[in-house]
């Protein structure tokens, strides 16, 4: 399976530094750094890239996700209770 067009943006610059140094050091972080280098390129050939995003702007996507769940959860809640009253009152 080969993807392509694939940007992943990752908010531990560490990490990402790591993924595009070629130095080699023998901790363990390094090994699985390579070790996802190796399941990238099996899986991602052309205009796939590893970017660092700032955790301010993930944070804002985080909390824009919760809210949205927050508000399903609501409107699931609110629907059944109206069902619930429905078939009481019938």
Same mark, same amino acid.
Request: charged share 20%.
């Given at each position: ?7 992943? !943006? ?18 363990? +972080?390094?090994?699985?750094?390579? !070790?996802?280098?190796? =399941?990238?390129?099996?899986?991602? =050939? =052309?205009?796939?890239?590893? !970017? ?6 993930? !944070? ?10 927050? +508000?399903?959860?609501?409107? =699931? ?14």
């Amino acid at each position: 399976m080969q993807i392509n067009n694939v940007t992943f !943006e990752i908010d531990s610059k560490r990490v990402v530094d790591s993924y595009h140094s070629d130095k080699r050091d023998g901790s363990d +972080h390094k090994a699985i750094i390579r !070790e996802c280098c190796n =399941t990238y390129s099996a899986f991602f =050939t =052309t205009n796939a890239k590893v !970017e660092f995003i700032r955790r301010q702007v993930n !944070e804002v996507s985080c909390s824009l996700v919760r809210l949205g769940w927050l +508000h399903l959860m609501l409107v =699931t809640v609110f629907s059944l209770v109206n069902l619930i009253v429905s078939k009481i009152l019938v």
